[in-house]
């Protein structure tokens, strides 16, 4: 039995089912059939496949068929991974009950994601990896955008369609996430799907894409491997003065935010309210600690220094590893705290309607309370100004 096991087995209040296929990599080491249904029960003592494939692994006890789960479950309540379907849950709770047992079924956040926020060095290489990759391929969309974006005649799908073909080049198995391109008016919606609409000079240009590599092609090519993510906002030739002051500030807000998981300070904007703790509660000197919604409020509050926090309408950011988007949450509210080996997006943005947007984002983790970049492509707005 390997150690993530024994570390999920002696963290479990009742037994659980796991479903999630990275979930069930992360436990065995294989790959599974996204097509395929395969579960694991796992208990403080024991560990049964549901499924095909899963008969295999020698430290399950049992292989057998869903519907006689019942019999293996020695208690009275059983947690259910956030993602089973409205019928898989149904028809659970009616083969247990069909056998003869009560228990009672009830969703939860899997243990197993939690476990997953904290970062090996292996996987921490395997992501900086994809994200040098990432680092290359925008190397050559801005030569690319330089040669022939000023002519008026490359597209949004164009540009989105070179950046999964040199992807590709370099040895990426599968895109991250389908590649956005986002210009001009388009550039105010935050995951707009690239057009035939061509790049023009004076609009902003988001850019926001990452890759997996080291991947089976049962899943897409995101597992065994390790996700990438990552946005600039360029310009062609020139920067009109509301979008210049927005990126500046855009950019403002990424600094800072980072700035203050480091060395987190009181936020004038909520004291007095009873919300915010100064220091942040679990927060340990050197260690990271901080609470990820405060994180979030910080970039707030330094858009609201130009008026721009209402064009601020999505999450600071998310943890990234096998899934694009796991723990932690850098959104509203997030009681997630920022540990060491934690890998997340900082990602400030700010999308005006009728004018265009800004995002920057970089995928981080923290080491020694200290937050870390995989690649370094600069933020500054004279770096992308493609002329």
């Known amino acids: 039995m390997n150690t993530r096991l024994r570390t999920l087995q ?6 659980i089912l796991i479903k999630k296929k990275e979930n069930l990599f992360y436990l065995t080491g294989r790959s599974f059939d996204y097509r395929a249904e395969e579960y694991l029960l796992v208990t403080k003592k024991d560990v049964v496949g549901f499924g095909s494939g899963l008969e295999q692994i020698d430290w399950v006890k049992k292989s057998d068929r869903l519907k006689n789960i019942g019999q293996y479950i020695k208690s009275k ?11 898989e849950a149904k028809y659970l709770r009616y083969k247990i009950k069909d056998s003869g047992f009560k228990i009672k079924i009830q969703p939860a ?7 997953r926020q904290f970062k090996t060095q292996k ?4 992501i900086r990896t994809n994200m040098r990759m990432v680092e290359k391929v925008f190397e050559k969309v801005k030569r690319k955008l330089r040669k022939e974006g000023a002519k008026g005649r490359f597209t949004e799908r164009a540009l989105a369609e070179f950046i999964k073909k040199e992807g590709f080049a370099l040895g990426a198995e599968d895109v991250a996430f389908p590649p956005i391109v986002a210009s001009g008016v388009n550039a105010a919606i935050p995951h707009h799907v690239p057009s035939s609409k061509k790049l023009k000079p004076g609009e902003s240009i988001i850019i926001d894409f990452g890759f997996s590599a080291k991947g089976g092609s049962a899943f897409g090519g995101k597992l065994p491997g390790y996700c990438s993510d990552f946005t600039r906002t360029v310009f062609l030739k020139r920067v009109p003065s509301r979008l ?8 403002k807000a990424y600094l800072e935010s980072i700035r203050f998981i480091e060395y987190p300070s009181p936020n004038p904007s909520r ?6 703790r100064f220091p942040p509660r679990g927060w340990r000197e050197g260690k990271g600690g901080v609470i990820a919604g405060d994180v979030y409020q910080k970039a707030v509050d330094v858009l609201a220094e130009a008026k721009l926090d209402k064009y601020f309408i999505h999450s600071l950011g998310h943890g990234t590893g096998l899934e694009i ?7 509203p509210g997030s009681k997630d705290v920022l540990k060491d080996n934690m890998v997340f997006s900082i990602e400030p943005g700010v999308y005006i309607k009728g004018l265009g947007g800004i995002r920057i984002e970089d995928l981080v983790y923290l080491e ?14 004279k770096n992308n100004i493609l002329i």
């Open 77 to 87: 309540k059983l947690d259910i991974e956030w993602g089973f379907t409205f019928g």
């Open 244 to 251: 210049e002051k927005a990126y500046i500030q855009v950019e």
């Open 10 to 15: 002696s963290s479990l209040a009742r037994p």
């Open 123 to 126: 996987e921490l290489v395997l």
């Open 325 to 331: 988007h796991e723990l932690p949450n850098l959104s």
């Open 271 to 276: 004291q007095g309210r009873g919300i915010r």
């Open 368 to 381: 020694q309370g200290k937050v870390q970049k995989f690649i370094s492509v600069p933020t500054l707005l």
């Open 109 to 115: 956040r899997s243990p197993v994601d939690v476990m």
